[in-house]
Nanobody, 118 residues
Framework: QVQLVESGGGLVQPGGSLRLSCEAS????????MSWYRQTPGKERELVAI????????NYADSVKGRFTISRDNSKNTVYLQMNSLKPEDTAVYYC???????????WGQGTLVTVSS
């Protein structure tokens, strides 16, 4: 039904910025709830940010509030995660996720590594 292709990960210095992108294929992107998760070794995958199908509502983990912004462009079938004021603790593999508005899981992206280090 949908496939996700992520990009934008890489190495950045503390205090820097990075923007992740996740492009979806398929005809139903504009109906989907999209989110970003992250995971580090030894820890469970955690929700970072989530956005409704129209982009009218967003939620964030407390650890990233005020620094990260999730957005989407339904005309481009793409969801973004703008990350500012990055900290070493933000180092993780970041995954995008697609769900129906009813909560049914559809797909994980392959993950993109973000490393915050000097």
């Amino acid at each position: 039904q949908v496939q996700l292709v992520e990009s934008g990960g890489g190495l950045v210095q503390p205090g820097g910025s990075l923007r992740l992108s996740c492009e979806a294929s398929g005809p139903i992107f504009s109906t989907l709830v999209m989110s970003w998760y992250r995971q580090t070794p030894g820890k469970e995958r955690e929700l970072v940010a989530i956005i409704t199908s129209t982009g009218s509502s967003t939620n964030y983990a407390d650890s990233v509030k005020g620094r990260f912004t999730i957005s989407r462009d339904n005309s481009k079938n793409t969801v973004y995660l703008q990350m500012n004021s990055l900290k070493p603790e933000d180092t993780a593999v970041y995954y995008c996720n697609a769900r129906t508005k009813f909560g049914e899981h559809l797909r994980w992206g392959q993950g993109t590594l973000v490393t915050v280090s000097s």
